[in-house]
T-cell receptor, first 113, second 117 residues
Framework: EADIYQTPRYLVIGTGKKITLECSQT?????MYWYQQDPGMELHLIHY???????EKGDLSSESTVSRIRTEHFPLTLESARPSHTSQYLC????????????FGNGTRLTVT | AQKVTQAQTEISVVEKEDVTLDCVYE???????LFWYKQPPSGELVFLIR??????QNEISGRYSWNFQKSTSSFNFTITASQVVDSAVYFC??????????????FGKGMKLTVNP
């Protein structure tokens, strides 16, 4: 039974559309993350949050934005989708203590046509 | 700068073979943590092990074992008597304190293991 949920699982959308990828966790974790995984499998951190109202950009520049209004919810939004946004997006969370393992959702595979 | 290298991109073995996944890391910190994650075809990454830089003892968990050697900056993962269910992409990752206090996890590029019946 998953403790971190991502919806939708798959999304095919046209260029220019606004989309929001949902991520929720039921573990009460303060820290949450968004990773982008390219077809070559490599993972890149694009956003992270250490708690409510805290958001930071990751290592890979991304045109997406995130919000953290509730502890359990960390949605990612693309205002205007482009084919270059086609990728797998993985959400994760971890406990507050440093260097804790990440718990991942099963991802959203986004295709922008 | 911190870096994780998984030199093998893809490995294919026959069931019951032993297989070792290599991981070499770079960091200037003396305190750091190493991780292994498994990504089955279903997509989610599953945590396998965490090891801190002060604990060089090897670890065994069932058919899985990990060999941590600071002298060669390696944290290799061995699966003994592989099974089809072991087929997945495996990631090695490093977390140190070089990022201004934030703990960003740096992943290797992953290694796809296929175990054939």
């Amino acid at each position: 039974e998953a403790d971190i949920y991502q919806t939708p699982r798959y999304l095919v959308i046209g260029t220019g559309k606004k989309i929001t990828l949902e991520c929720s966790q039921t573990m009460g974790h303060d820290k949450m993350y968004w990773y982008q995984q390219d077809p070559g499998m490599e993972l890149h951190l694009i956003h992270y949050s250490y708690g409510v109202n805290s958001t930071e950009k990751g290592d890979l520049s991304s045109e997406s934005t995130v919000s953290r209004i509730r502890t359990e919810h960390f949605p990612l939004t693309l205002e205007s989708a482009r084919p270059s946004h086609t990728s797998q997006y993985l959400c994760a969370s971890s406990e507050w203590e440093p260097r804790q393992p990440l718990h991942f959702g099963n991802g959203t595979r986004l295709t922008v046509t | 700068a911190q870096k994780v290298t998984q030199a093998q991109t893809e490995i294919s073995v026959v069931e019951k073979e032993d297989v070792t996944l290599d991981c070499v890391y770079e960091t200037r910190d003396t305190t750091y943590y190493l991780f292994w994650y498994k990504q089955p075809p279903s997509g989610e990454l599953v945590f396998l092990i965490r090891r801190n830089s002060f604990d060089e003892q090897n670890e065994i968990s069932g058919r899985y074992s990990w060999n941590f050697q600071k002298s060669t900056s390696s944290f290799n993962f061995t699966i003994t008597a592989s099974q089809v269910v072991d087929s997945a992409v495996y990631f090695c990752a490093l977390s140190d304190s070089t990022q201004g206090g934030s703990e960003k996890l740096v992943f290797g590029k992953g290694m796809k293991l296929t175990v054939n019946p």
